[in-house]
């Protein structure tokens, strides 16, 4: 009695028969994995507060003083491992994942005023440095970050520099002094 036992072979072979009688088209290997990507770039931009970064502080075009196109970092919860731009402007900040990396619909790069960034934790020196970066936070959005390396060192750089010029005078940070 090959039947007798629970399932059998007539359940195995129904099952065999409907997996192989329904073949997809080979041009939808592609789309299915594009459309995957899609999705999973615009989750994790939305897990790390891309999307309200975008909504509060629109893109602006202005020339960069410094550029780091593979910085790596930490936004809420998502680890950007070498995947983050960060520029280094006279209006602000410009953080962003990079162009692969980005939200097909929400594809700016926004400018976040030097004014609404503090350094929470600036960069350790030792060992300690090797492994802890530094961290910051947006006021306005409750949302803190961790920049490692020379981009994090730039940005605490200009936050020195800009809050030592404004409690002096509430002059441009980026104005050349003549003396």
């Known amino acids: 009695m090959p039947n007798a036992t629970f399932g059998g072979s007539l359940t195995r072979e129904l099952l065999v028969g409907a997996l192989h009688s329904t073949e997809l088209p080979l041009w939808v290997v592609p789309l299915l994995a594009v459309g ?6 615009t989750l994790f931009a939305w897990m790390a507060g891309h999307m309200a970064l975008l909504a509060r ?3 602006v075009d202005e020339a960069l003083r410094e550029r780091f196109h593979f910085a790596s970092g930490y936004m809420r919860l998502v680890g950007f491992g070498n995947v983050l731009f960060v520029g280094i402007g006279p209006r602000g900040l410009h953080l962003a994942p990079n ?3 980005r939200p097909l619909l929400f594809r700016g790069v926004p400018c976040i005023p030097w004014r609404e960034l503090t350094c929470i934790r600036p960069h350790a020196d030792g060992l300690r440095g090797w492994f802890w970066g530094s961290k910051f936070e947006i ?3 409750n949302l803190r970050f961790t920049l490692y390396g020379n981009p994090g060192r730039s940005v605490e750089a200009v936050l020195q520099s800009f809050s030592r010029l404004t409690a002096a005078s509430e002059s441009n940070p980026w104005r050349e ?3």
């Open 57 to 59: 502080f629109p893109p």
């Open 177 to 179: 002094r003549s003396g």
């Open 99 to 101: 162009a692969l990396y």
């Open 36 to 41: 995957f990507w899609v999705l999973l770039c």
């Open 139 to 141: 006021h306005s959005l």
